[in-house]
Structures are given as structure tokens and as C-alpha cells.
């Protein structure tokens, strides 16, 4: 059964680091550099209303990177040990992860 990994970490160069390794051991996935809300109110009051494309695409400023991995739900697992041993359980890089079935897939990784 394929299941999807979303992974929030924050944009640091170790984060960059424990996803060069995972791409080195073969786990693709998908990148989006992201904001939280609280950042996004903070750092751009003027706009709190709406929010604009230059905002989602400048990934320059993104606090955090939110990764997606669509795998069988064994590989999924080891990619959980892998962040957690990289992160020391999202202690030396801030994050979080959860996954869901992937319920109607279609596709390739």
C-alpha cells in the first residue's frame, strides 16, 4: 500500500544536509519551501489579507521546507528512521512529520 510522508523542517543547512543523504540512499521526493502562518503575519502585516505569488514561489525566504514522499509503506518507515536519526527526533533540526494513505494513486516516484 503506497503512503505519503509530509515532512516540515526548518530551512537550515543541516535540514539540506539529511535531505542530500536520503536523495543519496535512493528516496526521492518532492521539495516546497514554505512559511508558517505566524511568520507570515509577523514579517508581512501590510499584507496579511491576502498573500501573493512572489511570496509562495521565493523559496530564499522560507523558514521551512516541506518535503512529500510517495512510497510503498516499508520504504516509508525507513525514511521516519532516517529523519529521525538526522534530526535527533526533530531536536537539532525543528520539524515534524505524519503520513496518510495514499488512497487513489497513480504514478511513479
Known amino acids: 500500500m503506497k503512503?505519503?510522508?509530509?515532512?516540515?523542517?526548518k530551512n537550515t543547512p543541516k535540514a539540506y544536509e539529511t535531505l542530500e543523504e536520503l536523495k543519496e540512499k535512493g528516496f526521492?521526493?518532492?521539495?516546497?519551501?514554505?512559511?508558517?502562518?505566524?511568520?507570515?503575519?509577523?514579517?508581512?502585516?501590510e499584507e496579511h489579507h491576502f498573500l501573493n505569488l512572489r511570496q509562495l514561489e521565493n523559496t530564499d525566504?522560507?523558514?521551512?521546507?516541506?518535503?512529500?514522499?510517495?512510497?510503498e509503506e516499508e520504504v516509508i518507515e525507513t525514511i521516519k528512521e532516517e529523519i529521525r536519526k538526522h534530526t535527533n527526533n526533530f531536536k537539532d533540526i525543528r520539524g515534524f512529520m505524519f503520513s496518510k494513505v495514499a488512497e487513489d494513486y497513480e504514478g511513479s516516484n
Open 3 to 9: 503512503k505519503v510522508l509530509y515532512v516540515v523542517l
Open 28 to 45: 526521492n521526493g518532492t521539495l516546497i519551501g514554505s512559511n508558517s502562518l505566524r511568520h507570515m503575519l509577523e514579517y508581512y502585516p
Open 61 to 71: 525566504t522560507s523558514e521551512s521546507i516541506l518535503c512529500m514522499f510517495v512510497w
